[in-house]
């Protein structure tokens, strides 16, 4: 024990002797720390948090393949095929995604917008904060289009 405080004593003296070398290490070792934080914090949003869904381990995603061998989604037929036919999967939904461009506020935006089928919310066990979800009659050719706004998007625009 009085090896380790003899030590200390002498670390502390010599980092004061040389307030340049000190202030380097410290430095180095705060980025150091900073770095590792914010690089777990991604690995944890990413890959260690689990999805905000009920059982997302029996979550899947299919998709055809094109003749060229190329993933793509599915045809409509296709999809009201698969939905009608399986006995395999507890519930069908389907969604695509994309940057567009939304109007109808002050200017027109470029966001992140996704089309989904109507059951696509209870599907994956959620409700919206307010307002209700897709009706069957909301999808069908020609209809009204009926969007859900997300949260952070609505309290922006």
Known sequence: MTTLLNDLR???RML??????TAVAVLTLALGI???SAIFSAVYGVLLRPLPYPKPDQIVELREVSAQGQPMNF?????DDLRSQSRALAAVTEYGAGV???????????????SVSRDFFSVMGVEPIMGRA?????????GVPVALLSYGYWKQY
């Not at 004061?16 to 070398?21: E, L, V, Y």
């Not at 045809?75 to 999809?79: G, Q, R």
């Not at 567009?100 to 996704?114: D, K």
């Not at 897709?134 to 020609?142: I, K, L, N, R, T």
């Open 10 to 12: 002498y670390g502390a």
């Open 16 to 21: 004061a002797k040389n307030p340049a070398f």
């Open 34 to 36: 900073g770095a590792t």
């Open 75 to 79: 045809a409509d037929p296709n999809f």
């Open 100 to 114: 567009e461009s939304v109007s109808g506020g002050s200017e027109p935006r470029r966001t992140m917008v996704a």
């Open 134 to 142: 897709f009706a069957a009659h909301d999808q069908h050719v020609g």
